[in-house]
């Protein structure tokens, strides 16, 4: 990622966050960009330099915000400041590896990251690029069909009873 890139992130978090956050989405949004290992809250507080994961597990649990909206206003951010007439959308999906069955959207299935079938879970990405900037502008969780079909599992990991099965090209449109 480059530093154009980053400060798009930084700059859209810090607005879109309530003023009360002082300074904990910076870090959040830092710790989150930032070489760091596995993404939970005490290596992300760690890298912030926070003694404990409170600050980031206050700001998580506490803010209030939709992420369609603030998706919606990366991509206004993105087309006008990064916009240009050679720029593309480009779709991946990503492979999140996971040991446990809980988390949402989690079983084996393949993944382009491991390069081989893994217990994970599989994001579907859209980034804007050009030749002189990218930036991450959309996402989707792909839920497979043995989750969708399990409403009790899909309630236990808060997704909504709306949230249908759709093929991860299908959920890229």
Known sequence: MNSTTSSCALALVTVSAAPTCDGRTRDYVRALL?????????????HAGHRTPDGPQRL?????????DV????????ADKLGEADGVLVLDDTGFIKKGTTS???????????????????????????????????????LPKSWTDDRERCRAAKIPDERGFATKRRAWL
């Open 34 to 46: 930032g070489p760091v290992g596995r993404k939970n809250g005490w290596q992300l507080a760690e």
């Open 60 to 68: 998580l649990n506490g803010a209030t915000w939709n992420a369609e």
């Open 104 to 142: 949402a959207g989690v079983q084996r299935q393949h993944s382009g990251t491991a390069g081989r079938t893994e217990n994970c879970q599989i994001g579907v990405f859209a980034a804007y690029a050009t030749t002189s900037a990218r930036a991450l502008v959309d996402r989707e969780l792909y």
């Open 71 to 78: 998706r919606d206003d990366l991509q206004t951010y993105v």
